[in-house]
């Protein structure tokens, strides 16, 4: 047992589930783990975020008390030692989007459909105080992350210019930030509770990022999925759906919704090849070619056109060969 092993249990002793048994969970791209706790029939999950490791569980904390006190599926907190970086917390159960689809494939259509009346219940209420701003300054800077770790191009004629393409687009099209985002809202992070109603039959995860943004920023997250494929008549029906009940002025939107999901793919691309060949973490290699898709689709939108032949320009394909030399460079890289 590891020092940290041990204080997770210390900690657990501390609560009401002393003496239960703990099993590992799967965990994300964080330095998070997750541990599903057993005591007779009942289960919780024991999350671990070690604050040395740069870890903090009070927007999670903050974050989950705020989408509960508006009627959604985040997990209750059932107890919390701040400085230790443990929480004790509702477990929801196993059934993420991603996982149940693929044995009900005819359940997917309500799924997406849900996921997105959580968007229109989230985006109908006023955001909770102090959430940094996602803006054009930090969008800009997250998506260059494709130009140093995807493309390793380090030239600062080109990162500028690449950054002022990136910069104008956004504050065209996408401007000030107005809901609250959550900014991993896909199918590995939404779980089915169909016994619960409405928009609270999606359990919500890994929300401890969110940020002040704008309102297509999750909906590209949910329909731009970087591990799974969705239907593009399903996505299309989905923004249909969510224009139509939010009364956005659709042709603004769909501009946003473009150039968000161009920054999106972007980042994703950097911190995809980042998480290889700095953490060693190669699997993820095998989610760009879907990612590069999502970005050319987002590209051939008018709202991008000033910006799409640089970046086009600046960024290799992702062939076999690139992706095989990638993960041949893994762990190779420090954080410069």
């Avoid at 705020?66 to 997990?75: K, N, R, T, V």
């Avoid at 701040?82 to 689809?101: K, M, P, S, V």
């Avoid at 054009?136 to 390793?152: D, I, K, S």
Wanted: proline share 6%.
């Amino acid at each position: 047992m590891t020092d940290r092993d041990a204080l997770a249990m210390a900690f657990l002793d501390r609560t009401e589930w002393k003496g239960a048994k703990a099993a590992p969970l799967a965990g994300d791209a964080s330095n998070r783990r997750y541990l599903r706790i057993h005591r007779g029939t009942e289960t919780a999950v024991l999350m671990d975020a070690p604050r040395e490791r740069g870890e903090d569980v009070r927007p999670f904390v903050a974050i989950a008390n705020y989408l509960s006190g508006i009627g959604l599926s985040a997990p209750r907190i059932l107890a919390q030692d701040i400085d230790g970086g443990f929480l004790l917390i509702e477990d929801l159960g196993d059934d993420l989007f991603a996982r149940i689809i693929p044995k009900i494939p005819q359940i997917e259509p309500a799924l997406y459909q849900t996921a997105t009346d959580v968007l229109i219940t989230l985006h109908g209420r006023k955001p909770p105080a102090g959430l940094a701003a996602y803006d054009t300054a930090l969008m800009t800077q997250m998506a260059a992350l494709a130009l140093e770790w995807y493309a390793g191009r380090t030239d600062p004629a080109l990162t500028s210019q690449f950054c002022d393409a990136m910069s104008a687009a956004i504050d065209t099209h996408v401007g000030a930030g107005e809901v609250l985002i959550q900014r991993d809202y896909h199918a590995e992070n939404l779980l089915w509770l169909p016994d619960r109603a409405g928009p609270a039959r999606v359990g919500l995860l890994d929300f401890q990022d969110a940020m002040s943004g704008h309102r297509a920023y999750d909906l590209v997250s949910l329909l731009q999925d970087a591990r799974r494929d969705v239907p593009a008549p399903l996505a299309a029906r989905m923004i249909e759906y969510y224009v139509d009940r939010t009364g956005q002025d659709r042709a603004a939107f769909d501009a946003a919704y473009h150039v968000l999901g161009a920054q999106r793919n972007l980042r994703i691309l950097g911190v995809f090849a980042r998480l290889c060949m700095r953490d060693g973490k190669a699997h993820y290699v095998d989610l760009i070619p879907r990612v590069w898709a999502h970005l050319m689709h987002d590209l051939d939108h008018p709202a991008l056109a000033d910006a799409a032949p640089l970046i086009r320009g600046a960024l290799p394909e992702p062939t076999r060969q690139l992706l095989e030399e990638m993960k041949n460079r893994c762990q190779t890289l420090q954080t410069p």
